[in-house]
């Protein structure tokens, strides 16, 4: 273990101590730091690293990021391939999406055309804007991977009457190649680009070949970003810089003659990400991991576009390399190949697979795109698609079978939603520099429309999404090992409420304590240390309507943190607003259960205790 991380260890150790002589005696100070922040938050804060198979924070508790993309502004030319036009839409943007989105954790995008517009040089005036704008969320208690992002290669291979768009690399890049006329042919889907636009596949396939020197000059330019980024950050807030996503939805432009996808990713595309990683080490992140993608199409859901892949020869990631992938639902988004809404363990099989992969890796994954268009002929299909896909993250099960087979739930999969943009609607975007073509609606890009959030008239930030659906219960912070995770978030289709997780009949004063309301369950092994688990709370679940059944007890309306509080309520660090139910368990490779709903009122004292035998006797029946 390097000195960095001995030194993050020994402080939890510390800090940990001091918490359990604090529980015999006098409860702790608040810690510096953050706003809300409790003794245990800034040493749990200090570091996230990889640790067999999951996410772990500065006390060695699995962690689950949850959030979203901040974001496609950062494509356009409007605010100079920032996220935001300033440092108080970017504070404004944290807040909501903390409060309103329950994100932990956002992927924040960043431009090469505008960190390097002259090759060589790196424009330091931008990186001061995005790192200005990066730390309003580290100082709401969010955590950040930066992504240097791409699509179709670079906006400057189209021309100012091109029905699409890129984004990506500078001009010099693409004036470098002396690409052809740009052109798609007939496509109805900005994607098809990827694989049809003579121009984007050479300029892709130079990129991944170094021609003209390209992809050196792009890694001179991420390790230059990644030092001023640690060099302009203090200490306390590049621990939550969590690691760099290299390359966005990469994809090989051409195939060479007898090349396939999966030896491109072995030969071509590995190599790049070892450079990258050296890169990262040569300036000071070598504590964080490269969320590395695999090929665009190893996961399509479409079998006339899946390719082998997933980084199969790759070896053992290990922790300092995370698997991280995308995934839409392109039968729901062609309007053809799926007609009807999502149900029930609709992608239960393709985040399984992610599951899968990532722990044949040896690492963590996250989900770094996911999502579905909210206008258009198939947005009626995002309130059901959404749900199927957040309850894919939550467990690899169907809600039909979860209760019976909870043991076999796996790993609750980190993932960050497409997209968090507050001008969604609101956009003055010259496309391709046309002033003949201003786009204002959606997202102003390709007729993108998914951001979750907008702005209201009077600038208040307000969600487009039912915020049952976005703002969930999940276990940010668990103090040992996650055995099985659930949550149903009854949120709405139109007027119909879905709800695909129902409670056994074997479970009848658990199912009357619920009733209609939302609810989740978490079974962990607990890990004998001081810290608590942390779930967070939605909105949905004020302190006085929430309920709570577990082995730790049994508690309507949780009391304040204490050391001595098995079942409480806190908020979360960053003064959002945002709160978290703390869990204090004892004992090391115990199994514990919690459910918590806010469908109780004034439930019995009867009610509890049978519910809480229901659940005991449940989970010796799930857990050997």
């Known amino acids: 273990m390097d000195m960095s991380k001995l030194r993050a260890r020994l402080l939890g150790v510390l800090v940990l101590l001091t918490g359990f002589l604090s529980a015999a005696g006098a409860q702790p100070a608040a810690a510096d730091g953050l706003p809300d922040s409790l003794w245990f938050d800034q040493p749990a804060a200090a570091t996230l690293t990889v640790a067999n198979g999951r996410f772990t924070d500065g006390l060695g508790r699995e962690v689950v990021l949850r959030g979203y993309n901040v974001s496609g502004e950062t494509k356009l030319e409007e605010n100079s391939g920032l996220p935001f036009a300033s440092v108080a839409d970017a504070k404004k943007s944290a807040t909501a999406l903390r409060a309103l989105g329950g994100g932990n954790s956002v992927r924040f995008l960043l431009s090469w055309a505008h960190a390097e517009p002259v090759r060589g040089q790196v424009d330091t005036t931008y990186l001061t804007a995005a790192t200005d704008q990066m730390r309003a969320f580290l100082d709401a208690g969010i955590r950040v991977y930066p992504d240097f992002h791409q699509d179709l290669s670079s906006r400057y291979l189209f021309n100012t009457g091109s029905w699409y768009s890129g984004d990506g690399a ?154 991280n992938t995308h ?50 002929s198939v947005s009626d299909k995002a309130p059901t698609v959404v749900k199927a896909m957040y309850q894919a993250l939550d467990s690899r099960l169907p809600g039909s079978s979860w209760w019976s087979k909870a043991g076999s739930s796996g790993p609750v999969l980190s993932g960050t939603q497409w997209q968090w943009d507050l001008y969604n609607g609101r956009h003055h975007e010259l496309m391709n520099d046309n002033p003949d073509k201003v786009l204002t609606s959606g997202d102003a890009w390709n007729d993108e429309d998914l951001s979750a959030v907008r702005l209201d008239d009077s600038g208040t930030a307000v969600l487009r999404q039912d915020a049952r659906l976005l703002d969930r219960l999940y276990p940010s912070a668990t103090a040992g090992t996650t055995v099985a995770f659930t949550y ?76 001595t509080t098995p079942i409480a309520v806190a908020p979360e660090p960053g003064g959002t607003g945002s709160r978290r139910l703390l869990l204090t368990a004892p004992g090391s490779g115990t199994v514990h259960y919690a459910l918590v709903t806010n469908g109780a009122t004034a439930p019995s004292a009867d009610l509890l205790s049978a519910a809480r035998t229901e659940l005991a006797a449940w989970t010796a029946t799930q857990v050997n």
């Open 488 to 563: 149903e978030d009854r949120s709405r289709d139109g007027s119909t409420t879905l709800s695909w997780n129902p409670i056994p009949s074997t479970l009848p004063h658990v199912s009357q304590l619920v009733g209609s309301g939302q609810y989740g369950l978490l079974l962990w092994r607990s890990n004998g240390g001081g810290a608590p688990t942390e779930l967070h709370l939605p909105a949905s679940f004020p302190t006085s309507a929430t309920t709570v059944v577990s082995d730790l007890g049994a508690t309507i309306s949780p009391p304040a943190y204490t050391t």
């Open 327 to 376: 995934f839409y639902d392109q039968k729901a988004i062609s309007g053809i190949l799926m007609w009807g809404k999502a149900g029930d363990g609709q992608y239960a099989t393709d985040f399984g697979t992610v599951r899968d992969r990532a722990s044949a890796a040896g690492t963590a994954a996250i989900v770094s795109e996911f999502g579905h268009p909210l206008s258009g």
């Open 170 to 323: 500078p001009k010099w890049a693409v004036t470098a190649g002396s690409y052809p006329q740009e052109s798609c042919g007939i496509c109805l889907f900005w994607g098809q680009n990827i694989t049809q636009n003579g121009a984007v596949k050479q300029a892709s396939y130079d990129f991944w070949h170094n021609a003209y020197g390209v992809q050196g000059a792009f890694l001179d330019t991420a390790q230059a970003t990644m030092a001023y980024v640690k060099q302009h950050l203090t200490t306390a807030e590049f621990a939550g810089v969590v690691g760099f996503d290299p390359f966005n939805e990469p994809y090989a432009g051409t195939y060479d003659s007898g090349q396939t996808s999966r030896t491109w990713e072995r030969d071509v595309l590995w190599p790049f990400y070892a450079k990258f990683r050296a890169r990262m080490d040569a300036a000071g992140w070598q504590d964080k991991a490269a969320f590395v993608e695999p090929n665009l199409f190893w996961n399509a859901n479409i079998d006339s576009q899946k390719q082998e892949g997933g980084l199969l020869d790759a070896g053992t990631l290990g922790p300092r390399y995370v698997f």
